[in-house]
């Protein structure tokens, strides 16, 4: 399959950040070109599919680096929580009482959205039906990371079934659907993970190679009593533990000092920043230009959205860059170009995954088109393009979704959901709920 996309500002996420008028060549699954100016007779001649794009922006696809889409039907129902209270109260309660439907309809719901707001590749960390949802993702051609997450709070027995879930989900999707789906391996969090069961982990993650991704120090409180429980911060202890001697992605670290700043760098951990999330549930601000400055990866990540309670990350984008500004009382805090890479190139980094977040030669072919025919949008030139995204645009301006080189979404109508039924299977399925 050959595709040629012309006539595009073509955002590239490149390392020179390049953005220029022109058009892309997509070959199987990979860019095989990137080009100014227009493609040759014989390219397009050659192509089994031309696309114009009639000015409108090309980009790579965003990355979303934490959520929990089996939580989709919980949007909505429990605002106005601490952490603590919303886990305990609302979230375990329901969950406790989902079956396979309801968490497929979930997902199914949590894809939609992401792709009709541009997101090409997401995290999912969940502790029920993973092998159901990892058809559905290769089924609908997402990219995906899936974990199997572990609360530790239980038997040995149940710890060790746990670990053998994930590591028969690494063994049987790892590497599938054409690449596009990886499993890590994933501990909730150190308040529901008590060391031995974590040292365990190490150990599974050490023997397979698997990626490790939990939850940390998200909020004061539970930094607070793990400082009591342990006599240590979470971060150091996890690095006693040995969790950041496999490649690591950690959610949220609030609430992390200079210290433990410079532990994430030195084992080269990743951060998935939150911040709506983490405003919502008001666990605070994590000191992300801090992180920056150390040269650690910090990528974005939605959080669900019984959480956020949308899983837009354009305006995920917006709000990162602009909570650090305000709080840090510095406008050069964060800046357009760097934002943007939190939600392309960095995300792919945290995720571990080769040729992703750029629009270059050699990468994989997972772009979105933006329609900048908007009033919110205009007026702009090329110097204008990469602000507008982060500070004006919103995943509604998102027309056309490619994921390895095939389209998943075009001219605003997805391909391989039945978007109607859907919708009408969440809402039916909200009644047994709160």
């Not at 070959?27 to 050659?46: A, I, R």
Request: charge should be negative.
């Amino acid at each position: 399959m050959n595709t040629v996309v012309h006539s595009v500002t073509i955002v590239t996420m490149d390392d020179d950040n390049s953005l220029f008028y022109g058009y892309v060549v997509v070959e199987e699954n990979g860019f095989k070109k990137v080009s100014k100016g227009s493609p040759t007779s014989e390219e397009l001649k050659s192509a089994n599919q031309v696309i114009d794009g009639k000015g409108k922006w090309l980009m790579p696809g965003l990355i979303n680096t934490h959520g929990h889409l089996g939580s989709t039907l919980l949007r909505g129902a429990g605002d106005d929580m601490s952490l603590m209270t919303w886990l305990e109260q609302v979230m375990w309660p329901n969950e406790a009482r989902f079956d396979k439907e309801t968490v497929l309809i979930a997902a199914e719901l949590a894809m939609m959205e992401m792709i009709k707001s541009g997101t090409t590749t997401f995290l999912d960390m969940y502790h029920m039906h993973l092998d159901d949802v990892a058809d559905l993702v290769m089924e609908k051609g997402l990219r995906a990371t899936l974990c199997r997450g572990m609360i530790g709070l239980c038997s040995e027995e149940e710890q060790e079934a746990k670990l053998a879930e994930s590591v028969r989900l690494f063994d049987q999707f790892h590497g599938k659907g054409n690449g596009k789906l990886s499993i890590a391996l994933s501990p909730h969090a150190p308040y529901t993970c008590p060391p031995p069961f974590l040292n365990r982990v190490v150990e599974t993650a050490e023997k397979h190679q698997m990626i490790i991704h939990t939850h940390l120090s998200e909020t004061r409180g539970e930094v607070e009593k793990h400082l009591k429980d342990y006599g240590k911060r979470p971060v150091e202890h996890m690095e006693e533990l040995g969790l950041f001697r496999q490649p690591c992605l950690i959610a949220h670290g609030v609430h992390v000092n200079e210290q433990e700043i410079n532990i994430l760098k030195d084992c080269q951990v990743a951060v998935s920043h939150n911040p709506m999330s983490n405003l919502k549930l008001g666990s605070g601000i994590a000191p992300i230009p801090e992180m920056q400055s150390k040269g650690i990866t910090v990528a974005l990540g939605t959080d669900s959205t019984a959480s956020n309670n949308n899983l837009d990350m354009f305006e995920e984008m917006r709000m990162a860059a602009l909570i650090h500004k305000g709080f840090n009382e510095n406008p050069s805090a964060t800046t357009s170009i760097e934002t943007l890479a939190m939600a392309t190139s960095k995300g792919a980094e945290a995720l571990r995954l080769d040729r992703l977040g750029k629009i270059t030669p050699g990468f994989k072919a997972d772009f979105i088109i933006v329609n900048p025919n908007e009033p919110h949008l205009t007026p702009w030139n090329e110097s204008r393009v990469q602000s507008h995204l982060v500070y004006s645009a919103s995943g509604s301006d998102v027309t056309d979704v490619f994921i390895d080189g095939q389209p998943i979404y075009l001219n605003r109508q997805l391909i391989n959901f039945d978007e109607e039924k859907i919708i009408s299977q969440a809402n039916e399925k909200l009644k047994k709920f709160i």
